[in-house]
């Protein structure tokens, strides 16, 4: 067989770097017939297919080139790159861990492993290929950035902020900067996550998510003109990007301008997007269209408290069964309990809570439902604070008590009660007299409540700063006012939490002692 010619090679080259794909293709594929024992020729195919988002057909051409020599790490690492793209996950790991073993210290491999592993939620093994890619080479930012996602979404904020600064300091960009700000973000620090918001706008490259997120952290700072600027502009820069419709459309939503929300969730088609929609048809009181899309909706989703909201509602206003047995009498599942340990040892957890609600510097974030107090931002329970994480613990062990008492009841809320717990939000809400918080539910959680560390003593009326759960409230529009209600008074060191679905709100108190509380929201884990 007559030998692949040198001039023939250089050919193939020059179209590559040409960036001529489809000419590659062709004229390797003709080489290949006459040549398949040439490396070079599957290898530049390879290249060629995989450039044109053909994975699979580039996946055979590193594997034919791999059955001449497996022993070339760079084939490996591609051939594991595609096996990734095509969501073969397992399959990539052996292939990067091949060429790591052929050439221990090949950095692109290691990285490229701890993204497949950190897909997998192999948080531990994908540091540790990260760590080994930093040790090769100090200076690879992305992998120092890698490890400070995961650092965030395990809770330890410190550390991720120290790496993203890291990164930062080696590599400036848009999502170095954007990273930051969601860590600040997620500790409660709202300025320094503006900042770092509008320094990724400045240094990105027009990326949605960093207009919207900007927009929404000055939404929640009271800046209300110029969120509705940022989170406008994003949906501007990308009109199909989910998430910044979605967020938009959470702002005007809130702000009572249903009919525009509306086109923005369902131009979002984001997470709980289609009962945001029923929310708007409602408040519009346009029922005929509500009942028709709720019977489609339910349908489709078995596991939605928002959605129980709106289908109670409406079997209780309209006086018809309700479909929905997401939780059909939530009131009875509503729990009033002790937490022990914020009572023993002379009570050192609770006045270590009140010391750090105090004290601490964590950003507050304006609330329209809340008069005459201070919310919270951030989450609480990923905060360094040694008494924030002693309550979630404590929480945790209630929590469990209450689902092993219930789980032999029939509905899906304690059919698919979550397994593992974790709090998607906790914040801390400080009232003096005159505050209340107005009737609402917690659309984002599975299981709401809150626990009590400062329950004012000196009130005019008994029921004065209680707690009132309803199927009824946030205005919703109402043909009779048959809706039953719960009030619970709590004491300090009590916790009461109930179904996300159902309505509560702070009675207004009248005092000179301040009503202070922990609220939290526990949904279903995603790993």
């Known amino acids: 067989m007559k030998a692949l010619s040198q001039s023939e090679v250089q050919k193939l080259l020059s179209l590559h770097q040409a960036g001529s794909d489809k000419d590659v293709i062709q004229k390797a594929q003709s080489l290949i017939k006459d040549h398949p024992k040439e490396i070079i020729l599957h290898n ?42 095509l969501k073969k996950s397992d399959d990539a790991v052996i292939y990067y861990k091949k060429a790591i073993k052929i050439k221990p210290n090949f950095v692109e491999a290691f990285f490229n492993l701890g993204i497949v592993l950190q897909s997998q939620n192999k948080n531990k093994e994908a540091i540790d290929a990260y760590e080994k890619a930093v040790n090769i080479q100090p200076g690879f930012y992305e992998a120092i950035a890698n490890i400070g996602t995961i650092k965030q979404l395990q809770g330890d904020l410190d550390q991720a902020i120290e790496l993203f600064i890291q990164s930062l300091s080696i590599h400036e960009d848009g999502r170095g900067n954007y990273n ?39 939404w929640h700072e009271g800046k209300i003109e110029e969120a509705n600027q940022f989170l406008r502009m994003a ?56 009942k028709e899309k709720l019977s489609v909706v339910i ?69 329209s439902r809340l008069f005459s107090g201070t919310q919270s931002s951030g989450n609480l329970f990923k905060r360094s604070e040694a008494s924030f994480r002693a309550l979630e613990i404590a929480l945790k062990k209630v929590i469990k008590k209450y689902y092993d008492k219930h789980k032999g009841k029939h509905c899906e809320f304690i059919n698919s009660f979550p397994k593992n717990y974790v709090f998607s939000s906790s914040w801390f809400v400080r009232m003096q007299s005159g505050g209340h918080l107005t009737s609402h539910i917690h659309e984002d959680g599975w299981l709401s409540g809150a626990v009590y560390l400062s329950i004012p003593k000196k009130t005019k009326n008994r029921n004065e700063g209680a707690i009132e759960l309803s199927t009824d409230g946030d205005d919703y529009p109402k043909l009779h006012q048959e809706f039953p209600k719960k009030i619970i008074l709590p004491e300090d060191g009590d916790v009461i939490f109930f179904p996300s679905s159902v309505f509560h709100r702070t009675i207004p108190f009248e005092s000179r002692e301040e009503r202070i509380c922990i609220a939290f929201d526990l949904r279903p884990s995603l790993q």
């Open 44 to 85: 530049i195919l390879g290249v060629s297919l995989e450039k044109l988002g053909l994975f699979s057909e580039a996946a055979l051409a590193y594997k034919s080139a791999l059955t001449i020599n497996p022993e070339i790490p760079e084939l490996n690492l591609n051939l594991g790159a595609m096996l990734y793209a």
């Open 180 to 218: 930051l700000a969601s860590a600040y973000r997620n500790q409660g620090n709202l300025s320094l996550a503006i900042k770092y918001y509008r320094r990724a706008i400045k240094v990105g490259s027009g990326e949605a998510e960093f207009y919207s997120d900007l927009g929404d952290a000055l």
């Open 235 to 290: 949906v501007k820069v990308n009109p199909s990007h989910p998430r910044a419709n979605y967020q938009l459309a959470i702002f005007l939503y809130d702000n009572k301008e249903f009919d525009d929300a509306i086109k923005y969730f369902e131009a979002s088609g984001f997470e709980d997007w289609e009962e945001r929609v029923l929310y708007c048809m409602y408040k519009l009181e346009k029922f005929n269209e509500f």
């Open 299 to 367: 349908k489709k989703k078995n596991c939605s408290p928002f959605l129980a909201t709106l289908s109670k509602h409406y079997s209780q206003n309209f006086k018809i069964k309700d479909s929905y047995n997401f939780c059909p009498n939530p009131l009875e599942l509503v729990a009033h309990e002790k937490v022990e340990e914020l009572l023993a040892e002379d009570e050192k957890l609770k006045n270590q809570l009140l010391y750090d609600i105090k004290t601490s510097e964590i950003a507050e974030r304006k609330q």
